[in-house]
């Protein structure tokens, strides 16, 4: 089962390269997914990585938060599950308003 895992606070050089190479000293990696501004294509500072295990993910949190990559300090930890983002902030009684 794979685990997906935050990585926050990344330099905006780092790249999906660095980071696989950097996490598959805890265990396989299955995918990384570098944030990239829309419009930019900049990196946002942030990505997910998808560990092969459990145990995987768990020894890479143990390596790997708090280390330090390009002079910053990585936080990593599991991805919590991304919540419903509704109706993009308008709360029912603005949407309503605006719909008018």
């Given at each position: 089962m794979e685990v997906k895992?935050?990585?926050g606070n990344l330099s905006y050089n780092t790249t999906e390269a660095d980071l696989r190479?950097?996490?598959a000293k805890a265990g396989q990696v299955d995918s990384v997914a570098l944030i990239k501004d829309r419009d930019t294509g900049n990196?946002?500072?942030?990505a997910f990585v998808e560990m092969n295990t459990q145990a995987e993910a768990q020894k890479a949190i143990s390596m790997l938060n708090g280390y330090n990559l390009e002079d910053r300090?990585?936080?990593?930890n599991l991805a919590k599950p991304r919540e419903d983002r509704g109706n993009g902030g308008f709360n029912e009684q603005q949407s309503r308003s605006y719909r008018r």
């Open positions: 895992l935050y990585v190479t950097l996490f990196s946002k500072g942030f300090e990585l936080k990593v």
